[in-house]
């Protein structure tokens, strides 16, 4: 773990940030690439339904992983505090006290999925002719959960210890697996959406077991030793206030997604939740970059945070958005410039080649500006403050967008929802801009 210190604590930030987002925007573009490579088989070998099927059953099975999401970073920011002030005891019972979480209540979610799985389907969007293949899908991909919750846990952990490229492979496995079982199960086998669901579950399973061979090898410095098992009051306390500004964002993006797919539905039908289907996948491969310098950014803040190195904490700030919105701008314009050719990948129907690409391109319209909002909700999450961080990261699609993709609709029709997107961006950024500049200045001099 000193090794550790002398890199996070002493290091040139810009390289820093790097060596920490270069894997974990590797690993992120992986699983986008999986998620996009997921949707083109479904949409061109099952069918246009089967795009809105994944679109519904996704955001639930996030949703229940984002138990894990959520323990993995709240549990990873008091790693990397620890680690700041050498307190190696704190760290290791904290990294077992995540185990015991996410394992307790990753299978009471999944127990309960498999319970209420049409109710919830339904209550997600699952409506009409969706509800079928959105269903064979959700009962197979169910029992993979605990796996990927496990994985999300550990994912920012190891992050935490200094070892972004382990970080990345464990987001690769997954995704190369997921990849080479659909073209088995759904091109081959002809299993349809069973296939699709058996193909992601297994590539869950993988990501999990890859993350667990880490923690019990050699190569991880947080050991799972069974003593810190033991639920510590003041440790979950912690990894819930923290941990839980994800899970409630999870919580409120799986809301927006009753609400939208809600709207596309009365006013679009089918089609209108399948091509925010393919927008949604484009959308998670195009920001895999900022998402990276996001990941990456949170370690190197936390660490200097916790060892009182301001200076570092605000250069790390600085420098993690001005990469993070030159990079998002490059992206907005190959978007705009290739919307057609990016469509025609993922499907041949007409309706579908003839919409989706202006209402990509509306959805997209400010995207350059997103990393202020991503790294300032991440900067308070990083120093261990939870209502801030919770507060920030609502703004987007709890304060904003949920409202806005109800209400515009209602005067625009399903081009009220692509409207949503974009106000809500610019009005959230403004917001998170004012809220970091003032933290900055009051707590970082």
């Given amino acids: 773990m000193k090794q550790l210190a002398g890199e996070l604590g002493t290091e040139k930030i810009s390289k820093l940030l790097i060596k920490q987002a270069g894997p974990a925007s590797i690993g992120i573009l992986v699983m986008s690439l999986n998620m996009i490579v997921d949707t083109i088989f479904v949409g061109q070998w099952i069918g246009v339904l089967a795009i809105a099927a994944i679109t519904v059953v996704l955001p639930i099975a996030f949703l229940i992983s984002s138990i894990g999401m959520g323990i993995g970073i709240g549990g990873s920011s008091i790693i990397s505090r620890a680690l700041g002030k050498n307190d190696s005891k704190k760290a290791l019972l904290t990294f077992g006290n995540q185990v015991s979480l996410t394992t307790v209540l990753a299978i009471l979610f999944v127990v309960l999925g498999n319970i209420f799985s049409t109710e919830i389907l339904t209550l997600f969007g699952a409506k009409g002719a969706i509800l079928t293949p959105g269903k064979e899908y959700f009962d197979v991909i169910i029992y993979g959960v605990p796996f990927l919750a496990f994985a999300m ?34 091109k081959y086998m002809n299993l349809g959406m069973f296939g699709a669901g058996l193909a992601t579950s297994i590539a869950y399973a993988s990501c999990g077991l890859y993350i667990l061979y880490f923690f019990i090898s050699s190569k991880s410095e947080l050991k799972i030793i069974p003593k810190n098992f033991k639920l510590d009051f003041k440790i979950v306390r912690e990894i819930v206030e923290l941990g839980g500004v994800s899970i409630v964002r999870q919580g409120t993006i799986s809301v927006l997604m009753i609400v939208l797919n809600y709207s596309l539905y009365k006013y679009g039908g089918e089609i209108s939740i399948s091509i925010f289907g393919i927008i949604n996948r484009v959308m998670m491969f195009a920001l895999f970059p900022i998402m990276g310098i996001t990941q990456g950014f949170l370690p190197i803040a936390g660490y200097n945070y916790g060892a009182k190195k301001y200076d570092r904490v605000k250069e790390t700030i600085n420098k993690a958005i001005i990469y993070g919105c030159l990079i998002a701008a490059a992206i907005y314009i190959l978007i705009i410039t290739f919307s057609q050719e990016i469509i025609s990948i993922f499907t041949t129907d007409a309706r579908l080649l003839e919409e989706t690409p202006r209402a990509m391109i509306l959805v997209f319209l400010v995207s350059p500006i997103i990393a202020i909002q991503l790294v300032g909700s991440a900067y308070f999450q990083a120093a261990g403050k939870a209502m801030p961080a919770l507060f920030l990261t609502l703004l987007k699609q709890g304060v904003f967008l949920i409202p806005l993709a109800y209400i515009l609709p209602l005067y625009f029709g399903v081009d009220g929802v692509w409207y949503s997107f974009a106000i809500g961006d610019v009005l959230a950024t403004i917001i998170t801009y004012i809220v970091l500049k003032r933290e900055m200045k009051k707590n970082l001099n």
């Fill in 153 to 186: 846990m550990g994912n920012p952990v190891i992050r935490a210890e200094g070892k972004p490229k382990f970080a990345m492979y464990a987001m690769m496995v997954p995704a190369v697996a997921n990849i080479v079982l659909d073209i088995i199960f759904i």
